[in-house]
């Protein structure tokens, strides 16, 4: 059988070669997926190729029926079905052959984005895993529809008739899961269409997850057109009145409806492939530590009501697979309920019992826009703690937010974080996030250690050390304390900042000395009073200009990438820093590991200049190159060959500027804060939750060294790849009446041989 499946195949991959109108299809589709791909990739520096997947189904909608529409409509049309139907084919291996021969056509046609996908891995650190996703999603989503375009063209013999009815089928299909048409549904209706929809399945699969369900829906709902197609050819050897028409026409009927409900039934089947880099949907191996460590029970409550909006729908099925994980992780300590609190009054008044508040959402009902409400949030309780959730606004980050509460619930020891006050240093109320993103771990205090004489910094009372930026050089005394120490094991966060702006010329920047550059010297790290810049990779800024908002982008905020292996950085990307001075130390030195550094773009000028957003950066490639903004250093791998057991002293880590944790910068991205958190676990030694923080899902930042290699990138996509299907169709169409005359010569020889 499959060898007859590839003889049909080949011969309908051949057919497409051979015709023009398979090539103007394939350049049309290319030249516009891309050029809207690029439109959006260029714009937002993102190193992700979301902007082309997100708009896939719907550039399938079109293309694929027009692909299929000729498969089984051109045959009935030409009276060729049932000479190929004679031939010792059945008509399963037909149908199976033509649709083999379409979804090749269609991959070969969207490896043309290759290079696209090729070109964004190398310019940035973008997870390949993520785009091996997204392309086995397009493969899965390309077969379905194939399957609905070979079907189409099977009940008819009108090539446009079939397209039709294969376009509308698609759309359909793609356009029920969209929340245009679910805030218009009812619930269970809502439900129903978005288990069938095409969108859902195809998003969770291009995140970076196969799952189980979603490869049950694409298989069942292409097998189910595949099978009505082989009925559409079969039921015409069959006599409409006859016994063996009734049952093949039942049959497929029971088909069709077991296919139905088991994808609306499908939701409940589990089991996934993660194959992002960093397993960024897979509990971690430090979640599974913390839970399989309890001995006691902890109880968790998912407060979920049956009427919510449809666009929640994936972050809804991603907390159900969270919470199952968890519990199987925790060996029956934790014990996980869900509860519906429309469904009485004594589960609402359980919700808000704990803190668990309705939600109001928009619905279309009787033409116009109604507000409904309903429950979507977590409890934790441990003994008399809890930690509640009231809204899930989002899932990427639950696992941290679930296991660290549980740890915290059950771990009655909290590290100390002491922000270091005087000098005009700032303290813990100038960094809103960082400080309640880290207060539920550590207990957060203040120490006055300019005007407080008794102040003595402690390792046995102090775990972390923060010194935020002073503004004035700290007395000789202060700056033996801090030494002091970390010499006696303690660990420092030292948020350098080396530029302030100049109150009296605005634009302008002047140097600031603070007496920890000495602190750090004196163990291998020199703190430079330049100003780093990367004109490579930066942060857009909006200025006004006249009556307009300009954005451009500001070298002076460069958006740094990972300069080393190190704990505190594990599984991010980038984060940005605004005005930061760079760190040099002696090559080679084991106790030192750079953090963050710029790109290949990256300089400094002289503290002093401008530092406006509009200031011209004209200088040359050799006064470029890497730039390191924040280092660890750690004293005991100053041992041979970096192994532990060095030199004493405590952990500190240094980063070039304190910007980068005030709210506008931790808004702006995300890593920021996550750095900073894993930086304080780390000097605490306590790692056990970096691994869980650093679960990022935010892609990273896309940046070319130079405008040749961006515009390379971009013009060889959109016109290098279609103006390679336009060369190999114009040689193959051309010598197409040459092949034909060529084996019509070879058959006419071999019958003069025979006579």
Known sequence: MMKQILLVARKELRSFFDQPTAYVLAVAFLGLGLYMAFRSLYAMSVASLRPFFDLLPWLLVVFIPAVAMKSLAEERRGRTLEWLIAQPLTETEVVLGKALGSWLFVMITLAGTLPMAVGVLLASEADPGIMVAQYVGAALLTAQMIAIGIWASSITRNQITAFILGAITCFVLVLIGTPIVQIGLPRLLGGWAAQLSVISHFENVARGVVDLRDLLYFGSTCGLFLLLAVAALGGERLSRGGAAFRRLRLGTGVIALAVLMLNLLGGHVRGRIDLTRDDLFTLSDSSRDILGGLDDVVNLTFFVSDDLPQEIQLTERDVRDLVADLQNASNGMLVAEEVNPDDSDDAADQASSVGVMPIEFNVLRDDELQVKRGYFGLAVTYADEQEIIPVIDRADDLEFRLVSAIANMTNDDRPTLAFMSGFEAKDQFYYRSFRE???????????????????????????????????????????????????????????????????????????????????????????????????????????????????????????????????????????????????????????????????????????????????????????????????????????????????????????????????????????????????????????????????????????????????????????????????????????????????????????????
């Open 437 to 755: 993103s880290i207060g539920e771990r550590y207990g957060v205090v203040t120490i006055d250690i300019e005007n407080d004489s008794t102040g003595v910094l402690e390792p046995d009372s102090i775990d972390v050390l923060v010194v935020a930026a002073p503004a004035q050089p700290v007395s000789p005394g202060v700056e033996a304390a801090i030494d002091g120490y970390l010499d006696a094991g303690g660990a420092a966060l030292l948020l350098m900042e080396r530029h302030a702006l100049s109150p009296q010329s605005p634009g302008m920047s002047m140097p600031v000395t603070t007496g920890l550059e000495r602190l750090l010297s004196g163990r291998g790290v020199e703190a430079s009073g330049d100003l780093v810049f990367d004109v490579a990779s930066a942060e857009r800024v909006s200025m006004r200009q006249g009556i307009f908002n300009v954005a451009r982008t500001y070298p002076l905020w460069p958006v740094a990438y990972t300069g080393g292996d190190h704990s505190t950085i594990r599984d991010l990307n980038n984060v940005s820093f605004g005005w930061a001075a760079p760190f040099t130390w002696e090559e080679g030195d084991p106790s030192v590991t750079p953090l963050w550094s710029t790109t290949e773009g990256g300089g400094t000028r002289p503290a002093g200049g401008m530092i406006a957003p509009n200031i011209e950066f004209a200088t040359s490639e050799d006064e470029l190159g890497i730039h390191t903004l924040a280092v660890a250093v750690d004293p005991s791998m100053a041992g041979d060959d970096g192994e532990e057991g060095g030199g004493p002293g405590g952990r500190i880590v240094a980063v070039g500027d304190s910007d980068f944790l005030e709210d506008r910068f931790v808004q702006a991205n995300s890593q920021n804060l996550i750095f900073a958190a894993n930086a304080v676990d780390w000097l605490a030694q306590d790692e056990a939750l970096i691994g869980i923080r650093s679960k990022d899902r935010t892609p990273p930042s896309l940046s070319f060294q130079s405008d040749a290699g961006r515009n390379t990138l971009k013009w060889t996509s959109l016109i290098g790849v279609p103006a390679i299907f336009v060369l190999f169709g114009f040689v193959r169409v051309k010598g197409r009446t040459a092949r034909a005359e060529r084996r019509w010569n070879e058959a006419a020889d071999k019958e003069d041989g025979d006579e």
